[in-house]
């Protein structure tokens, strides 16, 4: 088994922006093969959840070997993720757990998200937030971060960890890998 890595991007993104081709780059120096799939519907006013998981499930075989990273919204598939599998690590970048109630994301909360599977399948989790996200605050994720008996990691000035707020790596992400 060879160790490997799945990046799941953020609503409106794509595997070319941001910080996502210098943690493929990071992550390959250290021996993983990195999957950054391009997730259907995502350039979408509504993205589909369900059609995500279903592409990524025929994409990559996710084995306790496999770490994988969310942004954005690609954490909530990071977490559904879990709630079906084993995987080594799990990072999520300016993510959020409750249950989301504007129009745009309803089709990734049809149940709540089940932190005990999410503990019992993954041993050591991420959480990487912003002081001055405008999306998510660091206090919504390190309240996420305690519900999932994860390491809260607080970003100065970093934004939701886009090119918008010049963030094109994150160190704090590749410390703990």
């Not at 690590?89 to 909360?109: C, I, P, Q, T, Y």
Request: aromatic share 12%; charged share 20%.
């Amino acid at each position: 088994m060879t160790k490997q890595a799945l990046i799941l991007h953020a609503w409106y993104e794509n595997p070319e922006n941001n910080w996502y081709p210098w943690i493929k780059t990071e992550l390959e120096k250290l021996g993983y093969t990195v999957f950054i799939p391009n997730l259907p519907t995502m350039q979408t006013d509504l993205p589909d959840m369900q059609q995500q998981l279903n592409f990524i499930e025929q994409t990559v075989t996710i084995d306790n070997k496999t770490i994988v990273v969310g942004h954005s919204i690609g954490c909530l598939l990071t977490m559904r993720l879990a709630e079906k599998y084993s995987y080594d690590k799990m990072f999520l970048v300016a993510g959020w757990d409750f249950n989301e109630l504007s129009v745009e994301h309803r089709l990734f909360w049809k149940t709540p998200i089940n932190h005990t599977m999410i503990k019992q399948h993954i041993k050591k989790i991420f959480v990487i937030s912003s002081d001055n996200d405008p999306y998510t605050t660091a206090f919504t994720a390190e309240e996420m971060s305690k519900r999932l008996g994860g390491k809260f990691i607080l970003v100065k000035d970093a934004g939701h960890f886009t090119e918008k707020f010049d963030v094109t790596s994150i160190p704090q992400l590749l410390e703990n890998i």
